[in-house]
């Protein structure tokens, strides 16, 4: 499973075929871009060393060294990282691309300020793994900013009439799995294995434009009109973003820091 799903990433034309958070298309458009400012506003990035594991095509790479930090990025997705470093160069922005996987960093103990992992805990077979790396590469006294696809999510919950019928019925798939999702106390547990301390854990997404009410194999209706979705997005869940909803939101946010005992450790 492990060697399939890494396999799946660096092959083209599969991740880069669905994976374009910069499109204003995109149902969860204005939700990756509140997430953007979000961790933003997390740190001073004036030069601070940053990893960002899991880059992607860069987005929060490139925010960060438009920010002043020193950026090392890394993907598993060759074509992902292509695409990446060409938005860095439009962006005029220096970013040291590298290809590597996120359950064995190429970096050093205790080498960075701040780690970033974003939108990648989801995509790899061994979650524990990933966030021992990324414990183990944070200086200490740095800042971990992790996300997580929240199991429990409401338009997860919209989808169990589909997941019944997929359990009795399974089809076969080409494609191995590539997404895992987990819960809050997973999540925690996670980082606290790792020696990571939670600092502040954040949601987004109670009622996301991309939920959707399965009626049949091929039928399905949105389960809110996108308007009401992205107004109670701007105007309702703010405040509620740090509250126990938080355990039903699309995405959960930790920032953490390691515990002043925690060993660097592979």
């Known amino acids: 499973m492990a060697n399939e799903t890494k396999s799946y990433f660096q092959q083209k034309g599969t991740v880069i075929s669905w994976w374009y958070p910069e499109s204003e298309r995109e149902p ?11 961790v933003l506003a997390q740190a001073n990035w004036q030069g601070a060393r940053v990893a960002d594991i899991g880059t992607g095509k860069g987005r929060f790479a490139i925010a960060c060294a438009r920010q002043g930090a020193k950026v090392y990025a890394l993907d598993i997705a060759p074509e992902m990282l292509d695409e990446a ?29 701040i780690v970033l992992c974003m939108e990648t805990i989801m ?18 006294g740095g800042l971990v900013i992790m996300s997580m696809t929240n199991k429990y999510r409401i338009n997860a919950l919209l989808r169990l009439p589909e997941e019944l019928y997929r359990r ?32 502040t854990l954040h949601g987004q997404g109670l009622l996301q434009a991309n939920a959707r009410l399965r009626l049949g194999r091929k039928l399905s209706v949105a389960a809110f009109p996108r308007p009401f979705a992205l107004w109670f997005f701007a105007k309702v869940e703010p405040p509620l973003r740090e509250t126990f909803l938080r355990g039903v939101m699309g995405t959960v946010m930790a920032v953490a820091r390691p515990t002043p005992t925690s060993p660097a450790k592979r």
Do not use: C, T
């Open 28 to 38: 969860l458009h204005e939700h990756y871009e509140e997430q953007l400012r979000w």
């Open 85 to 113: 470093g060409r938005a860095a160069k439009r962006a005029g922005a220096r970013v040291r691309f590298v290809r590597g996987d996120a359950e064995n960093l190429p970096y050093p103990d205790r080498f960075f300020d």
């Open 123 to 140: 995509h790899v077979p061994h979650p524990e793994q990933l966030v021992r790396e990324v414990a183990r590469i944070v200086r200490p």
């Open 168 to 199: 009795l019925r399974p089809a076969k798939s080409e494609a191995p799995r590539y997404m895992w999702s987990y819960s809050v106390p997973q999540f925690r547990r996670f980082l606290h294995q790792a020696g990571l301390d939670i600092q």
